[in-house]
């Protein structure tokens, strides 16, 4: 099946090759995808964002490493502990969403290696010592692990709020002191409020020949 392709300066409505993602699915993964500013009460079961994780975790990160790590803000004190680290524009809507996460990298991502990447030989004692090289590659690859995230999270039904509005270095020592895991980013997760402010007016993307150079 094809897929209707909104076209650009470059033209990409008459493409000579069938693009293997059906239009429904583009749909709900870019196209009708919207951030959500004010979700509805309808919980988020974990076992969604378990079946998000299960799709998002095929994706490549270095060294098929999988650094990211999700901590589920649920309950009524676990938010209160969250919500002072927050910017204050980032607040009240997190503390109304039914399910917020903070993902992190973990920069102890190397003692999984024996399992992750059986093709380097003592990859777990090898990295041991390299903690600058880990806290950097965790960082990117965990960046990475989040936008997968972010589909994932669409592919499962669910809509989100990220924001990085939020005090990492407070996040950190408030949750992850003993695990040493370096938060990225905060993620609202839920159903859209039915009120008119649920999402923002879109705006507008770049398009590929403003992003793209070919030579
Ligand atoms: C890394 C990242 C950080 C963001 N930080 C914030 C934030 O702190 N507060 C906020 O209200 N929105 C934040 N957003 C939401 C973006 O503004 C929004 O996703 C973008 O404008 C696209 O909006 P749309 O999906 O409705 O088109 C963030 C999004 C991303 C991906």
Known sequence: MTINVASGSTDISNLDFAIP?????????????????AFSDEPVQDAAIAA?????????????????????????????RLAPHLAEMNRAKTLAAPLTLVAAADPQFHKHLGTLAPHMADAA??????????????????????????????A??????????????GVDQEFFGDSGWKSLLVLNVGQPAET????????????????????
Do not use: C
């Open 52 to 80: 998000a994780w299960d799709l998002m975790k095929w994706g490549p990160t270095a060294l098929n490493s999988l650094p990211l790590r999700l901590l589920l803000v649920r309950s009524p004190e676990a938010r209160q």
């Open 196 to 215: 008119e402010n649920a999402t923002r007016p879109r705006a507008a993307r770049l398009d590929f020949n403003q992003v793209s150079t070919s030579l």
């Open 156 to 169: 499962v039904g669910l809509h989100v709020g990220p924001m990085s509005g939020f005090d990492a270095a």
């Open 21 to 37: 993602l059906d239009d429904d699915s583009a749909r709900l993964l870019f196209r009708d995808a919207h951030t959500v500013q």
């Open 125 to 154: 004692t090898t990295w041991e010592p390299m903690v600058d090289v880990r806290h950097s590659m965790a960082t990117a690859s965990g960046w990475i692990q989040v936008g997968y995230l972010i589909v994932a999270l669409r």
